[in-house]
């Protein structure tokens, strides 16, 4: 069923005897504050909520390796740095990420936070490899997400192994990505 994310009835429709979620919706890029805050924010704290009262036991969020972009360019990043959001879209992933862990602790649910990087058929510049993720890896990332035994609360990175990568990815040993 499609639903607007945005209405929580609607949302709590949807989520009506679902077991699991995986969360792609949103403005994919940087965009207006106006278009950001109820596709990103609002919409991600309905569906949140929505699984919880649903009882689904797994949300699998699309976050992004923009949180962490201000990063410097050839310095390697792990799960554990502090988020340097390069825009007003990856606040937002932050926020996402944030609202994940106050899920997990305080709910139960089990939360896995995937800071997707490039997502392309194949890279399409040099810097690309540095984040680009193939869609096979995507399909892998998202499986190893819903099926992870024993998760409460995980970040990885959605990045395909490459030597230009720039994202260290220990986090992905915990769902079977590699």
Known sequence: DLADLTDP???????????AVVH?????????????LPNNVVATCNLFEAARAAGARRMVYASSNHVVGYN???RAVGVD???RPDSRYAVSKVFGEALGRLYADKFGL???CLRIGTFRGAPESRRHLATWISPRDMVQLVIRSLEAPGVHFVVCYGVSA???RRMIDDAGATIGFE
């Open 9 to 19: 009835a609607a949302v709590a429709r949807a989520c009506a005897g679902i077991d």
């Open 162 to 164: 490459n030597r230009r």
């Open 24 to 36: 792609l919706a949103g403005v994919p890029r940087e965009d207006s504050w106006q278009r950001i």
């Open 72 to 74: 410097r360019a050839g």
């Open 81 to 83: 740095v502090m988020p």
């Open 110 to 112: 089990s939360v896995v």
